[in-house]
């Protein structure tokens, strides 16, 4: 999905806007006024590029990587669901992640 529905961009409802950019133009681009940032089946990044454009990567073991997101599914819709604009997002990636995980 590239933006909000049609009718809600139309009529100014919609809670978030994507932006699309090549992979290869990550090194250059400014991300830091962006709220989430979604990799789609991307070639391997190095952290510089990340750090450069004021990220941050971490790197968790499998067992970890397991571990942190089971923590994470059992709180997210209790911290998210606090703001009406964020619980929209949530709601959405969540049923993205469902649809793309079947």
């Known amino acids: ?17 994507c932006d699309t950019i090549e992979q290869g133009r990550l090194a250059t681009q400014e991300l830091s006024d962006y ?5 789609i089946d991307p070639a391997p990044l190095t952290a ?5 454009n004021g990220g941050e990567v971490i790197i968790f073991p499998d067992a970890e990587t397991k571990a942190y997101l089971t923590q994470v599914e059992s ?8 703001s009406p604009a964020m619980k929209a997002d949530f709601d959405l990636l969540s049923e993205t992640a469902k649809k793309l995980n079947q």
């Open 1 to 17: 999905m590239r933006n909000a529905p049609l009718e809600l961009r139309e009529s100014g409802r919609a809670s978030f806007h």
């Open 35 to 39: 709220r989430a940032i979604a990799l």
């Open 48 to 52: 510089d590029v990340w750090k450069k």
């Open 75 to 82: 709180i997210a819709p209790a911290v998210l669901g606090a």
